[in-house]
């Protein structure tokens, strides 16, 4: 355990060192980035009431189906002082707050800090939330937390945020795409720099692994073995609304997200193949028998994931969400 642990050190400690070396890749400067003003309306100016028409309109044609999910997202990014609380916990790193995992943590929610402001007020401005029970559900999950099977494991932690990030993307792509379609342009163009920000992260966390990989693959091939076998759980999975235990409103949630084609079980599927090739699993070297099947294990893995996936059908819309206004 203390070889384990020590390793684990070591490595976090070359990783560490390559986070303050490639902050600049990944994060944009604060002063030039983005801010939720630069899409909403401005309350300072003359047309401010017009502008809220404006969006109240183009908000209304939004399916039922694209406002639920699009809520429950808003609600799973306005999380984040969980998910910034259980980054810190990740073991090896130097704990320092100038050091690379601290550093990379707090300018990393900075910027993820945006996604969450900018929904909640275009949703409070659309007219079609009731606002006091997304609230709630917000900080229900906040206070609840959640155990995603990472421990404090950098590794883990690394290949879950991978994967977590590239699969906000798609979600948030998608919904993109379903608001132009819907004739929300502004929604649209909000979701559309979002899920940018969340694939430029998904390269730094991808980025990352790659380097662990690099120096303790073996490791690292079990940790990813690990997580598949556990499967991904995505931070909505610990959303609930008044009255319901904790994830019995994430069915709904998906059941929403998989009639509207924004996050699928084939998507799931997807997001693994690429990192297995991101990730070069097929060609990794230095493994010893117990690596080997796990890498065997992670090959074989999709094909079969895939099978499911084709075979689930898509589920009718049954339940109506305490979120959604009238």
Known sequence: MSFFADKRREVMTHIEKYMLESMGTYLKPIDTNWQPSDFLPDSTS??????IRILRDNAKD??????????GDTITEEALP??????AMVDGHSG???????????HWTAEENRHGDLLNKYLYLSGRVDMRQMEISTQYLIADGFDIGTGHDP????IYTSFQELATNV???RVASLAKKDGDT????MCGVIASDEARHAKAYKDFMNRIFEVDPNEAMLAFEDMMRKKIVMPAHFLREVGLKIGQTFGHFTD???RLGVYTAVDYVEIMQQLIIDWKIEGMRDLDDAGEKARDYIMNLPSRLLRVAERMKTPTIDYKFSWIAG
């Not at 939004?62 to 809520?71: E, G, K, N, P, W």
């Not at 969980?82 to 980054?87: A, I, Q």
């Not at 320092?96 to 707090?106: C, I, L, N, Q, T």
């Open 46 to 51: 003359e047309t401010f009431y017009q502008d």
């Open 62 to 71: 939004l399916s039922y189906d694209l406002v639920a999910v699009l809520i």
């Open 82 to 87: 969980t998910y910034e609380s259980w980054l």
């Open 96 to 106: 320092s707050e100038e050091g690379g995992w601290m550093k990379w943590v707090r």
């Open 155 to 158: 590794y883990r932690n690394f």
């Open 171 to 173: 979600s948030h792509r």
């Open 186 to 189: 502004l929604l649209s163009k």
């Open 256 to 258: 929403a997200a998989q």
